[in-house]
């Protein structure tokens, strides 16, 4: 189904639909807690339950859709119901209405921790949080094994992604080389019909580029190109942003240290909305306003690119035997690039027996009682706050 288009003259029906998009999704930013599959969860609730906007196999569609193309797939989500709903200012109002009350909450957030980070009161905070942040993203790993690890060699894929990892090749090489090796490998057979010679396409590009850096001196214009590019390239589960933030901004920039990294995305997890609105706060701790809002531009941007470009495509993406195979592959590199991450920092962030017990306890209340995340930060917090006091 395409799009409705718009006229010059904006016909009331159109502007009725555009008011609706925008009214849901904004509703949504502002309660959406809970991560991506939650976030599709309550869009699903609301645009095929409730309104009836789309069938259960056109919801279906897009849902898939998001998968095959890189960003945060619940924005995406919005993006593409409000360009279906609504056409391209559908689009606009579906994305901006999702992302904008979560961009604004986390302005105010990195505000108050530029402010008053450097209280010792905000230390003990981050020593009871980040445990539990890392505890968050283990479970992560953990409900994202049986999806992304579907067989074998995939397994194997992700495993060589983490060796590979330690040894300073590229991330976006491996991710792509994880998802061009399972497709190729799945479609072998089609490409000795086709006597196609394909190997070579993904693996050799950007491996020289592994070499870190020395710091660089910050700019707005690197800073919206990094997060341009992350934004452009990043599959799977949002904590694979981890990974491709510490590679250029802790490692090849030194613009962060970890625990600034952690710092932004235990807000990113506190906060509604997508896990991506880190980059709004760690624009802000870099540059104030003006590197929150490129920050912002850069890392949403190719979603909004990527929906309008693949929308017409859905229908013929949906059978590809090749973009399947490509996704898979791409999944479990995403993994692998999550698990090394994850142990880097967790080296960081489990400084004694204490945060050990933490993390632990946090991994236990989510695997067996799946409590939101966000209650388990504020618990965290506690728990700092609580250790200062009584040692």
Same mark, same amino acid.
């Given at each position: 189904?395409?799009?409705?288009?718009?006229?010059?003259?904006?016909?009331?029906?159109?502007?009725?639909?555009?008011?609706?998009?925008?009214?849901?999704?904004?509703?949504?930013?502002?309660?959406?807690?809970?991560?991506?599959?939650?976030?599709?969860?309550?869009?699903?609730?609301?645009?095929?339950?409730?309104?009836?906007?789309?069938?259960?196999?056109?919801?279906?569609?897009?849902?898939?859709?998001?998968?095959?193309?890189?960003?945060?797939?619940?924005?995406?989500?919005?993006?593409?119901?409000?360009?279906?709903?609504?056409?391209?200012?559908?689009?606009?109002?579906?994305?901006?209405?999702?992302?904008?009350?979560?961009?604004?909450?986390?302005?105010?957030?990195?505000?108050?921790?530029?402010?008053?980070?450097?209280?010792?009161?905000?230390?003990?905070?981050?020593?009871?949080?980040?445990?539990?942040?890392?505890?968050?993203?283990?479970?992560?790993?953990?409900?994202?094994?049986?999806?992304?690890?579907?067989?074998?060699?995939?397994?194997?894929?992700?495993?060589?992604?983490? /060796? *590979? +990892?330690?040894? #300073?090749?590229?991330?976006? @090489?491996? =991710?792509? %080389?994880?998802?061009?090796?399972?497709?190729?490998? !799945?479609?072998?057979?089609?490409?000795?019909?086709?006597?196609?010679?394909?190997?070579?396409?993904?693996?050799?590009?950007?491996?020289?580029?592994?070499?870190?850096?020395?710091?660089?001196?910050?700019?707005?214009?690197?800073?919206?190109?990094?997060?341009?590019?992350?934004?452009? /390239? *990043? +599959?799977?589960? #949002?904590?694979?942003?981890? @990974?491709? =933030?510490? %590679?250029?901004?802790?490692?090849?920039?030194?613009? !962060?240290?970890?625990?600034?990294?952690?710092?932004?995305?235990?807000?990113?997890?506190?906060?509604?909305?997508?896990?991506?609105?880190?980059?709004?706060?760690?624009?802000?701790?870099?540059?104030?306003?003006?590197?929150?809002?490129?920050?912002?531009?850069?890392?949403?941007?190719?979603?909004?690119?990527?929906?309008?470009?693949?929308?017409?495509?859905?229908?013929?993406?949906?059978?590809?035997?090749?973009?399947?195979?490509?996704?898979?592959?791409?999944?479990?590199?995403?993994?692998?690039?999550?698990?090394?991450?994850?142990?880097?920092?967790?080296?960081?962030?489990?400084?004694?027996?204490?945060?050990?017990?933490?993390?632990?306890?946090?991994?236990?209340?989510?695997?067996?009682?799946?409590?939101?995340?966000?209650?388990?930060?504020?618990?965290?917090?506690?728990?700092?706050?609580?250790?200062?006091?009584?040692?």
């Amino acid at each position: 189904m395409a799009p409705p288009q718009i006229s010059s003259s904006m016909d009331a029906p159109l502007r009725r639909r555009v008011i609706e998009v925008a009214a849901l999704f904004l509703k949504l930013g502002f309660t959406a807690f809970g991560g991506p599959a939650a976030h599709i969860a309550l869009m699903h609730n609301e645009i095929v339950k409730r309104r009836g906007w789309l069938s259960e196999q056109e919801f279906l569609d897009l849902v898939g859709a998001t998968n095959l193309i890189p960003g945060p797939n619940s924005t995406e989500m919005a993006i593409h119901v409000g360009l279906r709903r609504a056409g391209w200012l559908g689009l606009l109002a579906g994305g901006l209405g999702f992302l904008m009350p979560a961009v604004l909450i986390v302005l105010a957030l990195a505000y108050a921790y530029v402010r008053f980070g450097s209280a010792p009161e905000a230390g003990w905070l981050m020593y009871g949080i980040k445990p539990v942040v890392i505890a968050i993203i283990a479970q992560a790993l953990w409900n994202l094994r049986k999806s992304a690890l579907k067989t074998l060699p995939v397994a194997l894929v992700g495993a060589a992604v983490i /060796v *590979l +990892y330690f040894l #300073g090749i590229n991330e976006i @090489a491996l =991710l792509f %080389a994880g998802g061009a090796l399972v497709m190729l490998g !799945l479609n072998i057979q089609r490409l000795r019909q086709w006597r196609l010679h394909l190997v070579a396409l993904f693996p050799g590009a950007g491996l020289a580029a592994s070499a870190a850096l020395a710091s660089v001196p910050f700019s707005l214009p690197l800073l919206f190109l990094t997060c341009l590019k992350i934004g452009a /390239v *990043l +599959y799977g589960s #949002g904590y694979v942003l981890l @990974a491709f =933030l510490r %590679a250029d901004l802790v490692v090849r920039y030194a613009w !962060l240290t970890d625990q600034q990294l952690l710092d932004a995305i235990a807000i990113g997890q506190v906060t509604p909305g997508p896990l991506f609105t880190a980059a709004t706060f760690i624009g802000y701790i870099l540059a104030g306003i003006p590197g929150a809002l490129l920050a912002t531009l850069g890392i949403f941007l190719p979603s909004f690119v990527f929906v309008a470009l693949s929308s017409p495509l859905i229908p013929r993406i949906r059978g590809s035997a090749w973009a399947s195979g490509f996704l898979d592959g791409v999944n479990a590199a995403a993994l692998g690039l999550m698990a090394a991450v994850t142990w880097q920092l967790g080296r960081a962030s489990l400084v004694d027996p204490f945060t050990v017990l933490v993390a632990l306890i946090a991994l236990g209340l989510l695997l067996r009682f799946k409590i939101n995340s966000a209650w388990l930060i504020l618990a965290g917090a506690i728990v700092g706050l609580l250790r200062a006091a009584f040692g």
